[in-house]
């Protein structure tokens, strides 16, 4: 059951189109549903670290982290700024499988620094978990890994589904790639001054 609800969670979070969603869009269009999902997987992979801090208690990490938060949103929101101009910028590509020097690691790895400058996501984690009624100080090795195992597949869940989606579509929305790059880069610099502001 735990399992369950972690996996309803971690899908749930992943589901509101902020950044990596958008990025992760403009990838598939671009690039293919194989990008897309190696672009979900960098921030499932982000989430799972953040997760397993929260669902663990490992408070000396967490304290650092979120004592760093300033910088931390400083170099996301940068990173962001600098990925919104690179899709704002990126010229559509006739051969979508032609990854011209951006590889799918490199994609994956992007998209986990991304996430990972964002230590607030510990605190929401610490909250969600407490809102499905795990309580900390008796939570056993066995129910922090369930929540955290849930977490990741429901995220994944979300990515391999978003993935396909798109990319059921991408014939008819490729023609109007050039559009859909500045639209999507032009959102996510936004998020990114948003989130440096806040």
């Keep these: 059951m735990l399992l369950l609800k972690s996996f309803i969670l971690g899908f749930s979070v992943s ?33 799972l670290i953040y997760a397993s801090i929260a669902a663990f208690g490992f408070s000396v990490v967490s304290s650092f982290l979120i004592e760093q938060q300033m910088l931390l949103r400083v170099i996301g929101a940068v990173f962001l700024f600098y990925l919104g101009i690179k899709t704002f910028l ?17 994609m994956y790895l992007s998209t986990f620094l991304l ?4 230590p607030v ?17 008796s939570n056993t090795n066995l129910s922090a890994f369930s929540l955290i195992i849930g977490v ?22 490729t023609p109007y ?12 610099i936004i998020l990114g001054v948003i989130s440096f502001i806040e």
């Design 15 to 47: 589901a509101p189109v902020g950044p990596i969603g958008l990025l992760c869009i403009q990838r598939i269009l671009s690039r293919g549903k194989t990008a897309g999902f190696m672009t979900g997987l960098g921030a499932s992979s982000a989430n």
């Design 90 to 106: 990126k010229k559509p590509s006739n051969t979508a499988a032609n990854l011209k020097g951006e590889s799918y690691i490199g």
């Design 121 to 137: 996501t510990i605190l929401n984690f610490v909250a969600m978990f407490a809102g499905l009624g795990i309580d900390k100080g």
């Design 115 to 118: 996430m990972i400058t964002n």
């Design 152 to 173: 990741f597949l429901g995220a994944i869940a979300w990515w391999f589904i978003l993935s396909n989606i798109v990319s059921i579509f991408r014939s008819k929305i």
């Design 177 to 188: 790639l050039g559009l859909v790059n500045k639209i999507a880069g032009l959102l996510i």
